[in-house]
């Protein structure tokens, strides 16, 4: 059996246009290494973050540095005040890149490129250091919950008294008459509730006394775990505050910085929020106890905090909604193959984690 034999004009077409592809792929590579890259970025400490001098230095713009140097990359840094004029940049193509705490999303994924993550992370919360104890008790008192329980309580006393009274009302002097017996038998179950006195207007009749008798019973029992909920509260709340975990954020005043995948985070959920123009806003009405806790970037959110606030917040050792930081590119950059191996690389190695510890006190895992 003959195979067939391929034409010699169809290998050479072939080899053409492999050769174009070859061809491109380094014209592509040679002009990156020709042009002066524009590189977006915004102050995000730890970061990036801005020396007296003016320079440049930080997490995501150490690893920029190693990576331009491994290729031999030509670059300047603009610096921009928001993510969204980073992203709206990087789209237009007035960055070839843009680096900071970038966020890779779906929704941004639908405008620019990003490069492998190169460092994962969540959100988290801030809150007051210490709360006092009046603060305490004034939220525990003021809650939906306390409201419920001590209505509860009045509804037993009144049931409890209206029976008394049906009891009573023809046969003993002081619970005779219509609102005025009526207000008697509530008044005697209301203290009776509370281990009050009275005695002198306690039910005569036999139905009564058994009805006073369980009631008394029941209300040692029920005061008694009022009470015991209360304290409880009242502890929970002075050693981990109003807040210790995501679930808590319904049932506080929170804070956000506007337009960030922290409020998109909390729109998802149905969480309400107060928008602040900056981090540093949220945490200053943070410790004016204007909002009970602010939520942000965990990472950003501790260095901020060790930095400026550590006497008055903490954060909460909670991390949820997870997010991968990576670099920005414009659709279709040849940057982006040319920069994951690289960045890969860096993020696998010994100083990466070296460089971590130096700004965050740990090398957390990506």
Known sequence: MRT???????VLAIAVVLSCHALQAQSADNSLLQKELVVGTKETPPFVMKRPDGTLYGISIDLWRQIAEELHLRYRFVVRDTVQELLTGTEHGSFDAAIAALTATAVRERA????????STGLGIAVPASENVWTSISRTILSFGFLQAVLALLGLAICVGLVVWLLERKKTEHFDGGIKGLGAGVWWSTVAMTRGGAAEQAPATL????VATGWMIASVITFAIFTAGITSTLTKRELQGAVHGVNDLRSVRVGATKNTTTTEYLDRQR???????????GLRALQANAIDAFVYDKPLLTWLILQNYANTLRVLDVTFDTQNYAIALPKGSALRQALDTPLLEQTESDWWEQTLFQYLGKAEAN
Not at 112 to 119: G, I, M
Not at 207 to 210: D, L, S, T, Y
């Open 207 to 210: 139905a009564g006394r058994i």
């Open 112 to 119: 620019v490129d990003f490069t492998q993550p190169f460092y």
């Open 271 to 281: 969480i309400s929020y107060r928008g602040f123009a900056s981090p540093d806003a």
């Open 4 to 10: 067939p034999r391929i034409p010699a004009t169809s």
